[in-house]
């Protein structure tokens, strides 16, 4: 007699790009249980861009970019020194490259990002915890770790057709972090290495420490993974907070 068909008992596979961006934000532990069994990175990616593109072009047609150039040339001791006609100049170049600048920047700095932190997390987990999983693997969980950054952006339009142009700062467009309640007085190192004690950036923290534990659960904790997550956090809000104290 043939043997009946019985149900598989493994999880189901989270295999579609666009559900596992869903699955990321309310189920992340099945969800980076299938990524890690089948890795893909791409669309999470492109998505960004794209939102973040968007955020650039409500930003360029609602507030302009002449008060944001305005803004921050006004930090630099050498510009104040200069002559009225000069400053102007400066002032009016700055607001020609500004677009194209920001545009470039949203385009590759996501890819740039992703493929940045997924290296640097594969040789932690792979060398220093001993884990053993693939580059891809590890592409994809930074990928989709990423994706309270599209809610981020996509607030951030919100915001921009909400408020008056004129009081609208590009660097906190969502008030999410510590460095948007500083004053503009307070030492730009401090409101640097602030930006980084964001409410959205650490909701990314926690995905990752899931995604990593969740693709080798033998070797990573949700503990151990968090514990090295936030130590580079660390690490890169001392580098940001040295360099801009250095600069300004």
């Not at 009225?84 to 700095?109: F, L, N, S, T």
């Not at 693997?137 to 951030?156: K, N, R």
């Not at 033998?218 to 250095?246: D, N």
Request: charged share 15%; proline share 5%; net charge positive.
């Amino acid at each position: 007699m043939a043997s009946a068909t019985l149900p598989s008992a493994e999880t189901p596979e989270r295999g579609n790009s666009l559900g596992r961006i869903f699955g990321v934000l309310f189920s992340p532990k099945p969800t980076f249980e299938s990524i890690a069994r089948r890795p893909t990175w791409l669309l999470p990616v492109l998505l960004l861009c794209v939102v973040e593109l968007g955020v650039v072009a409500v930003y360029g047609h609602r507030a302009g970019w002449r008060g944001l150039i305005e803004k921050q040339m006004s930090n630099s001791s050498q510009f104040q020194e200069l002559p009225a006609a000069q400053k102007e100049r400066q002032i009016e170049m700055g607001v020609k490259i500004a677009p194209y600048a920001a545009y470039i920047e949203v385009v590759i700095g996501p890819f740039v990002g992703v493929l940045l932190f997924a290296g640097i997390f594969w040789l932690i987990f792979n060398m220093m915890v001993g884990a053993r999983f693939g580059f891809k693997t590890s592409l994809g969980i930074v990928a989709y770790g990423l994706m309270p950054g599209i809610l981020l952006s996509l607030l951030g339009i919100l915001v921009l057709f909400l408020k008056d142009p004129s009081t609208v700062d590009l660097q906190h467009l969502v008030a999410s972090n510590v460095g948007a309640f500083l004053s503009d007085n307070s030492p730009k190192w401090l409101i640097a290495a602030l930006r980084a004690v964001d409410l959205f950036l650490f909701w990314e923290m926690i995905l990752l420490a899931i995604g990593y534990s969740a693709a080798a659960p033998k070797k990573i904790s949700f503990a151990k993974a968090f514990a090295w997550i936030l130590s580079l956090w660390f690490l890169v809000v001392l580098i940001i907070a040295g360099v801009t104290a250095a600069f300004t």
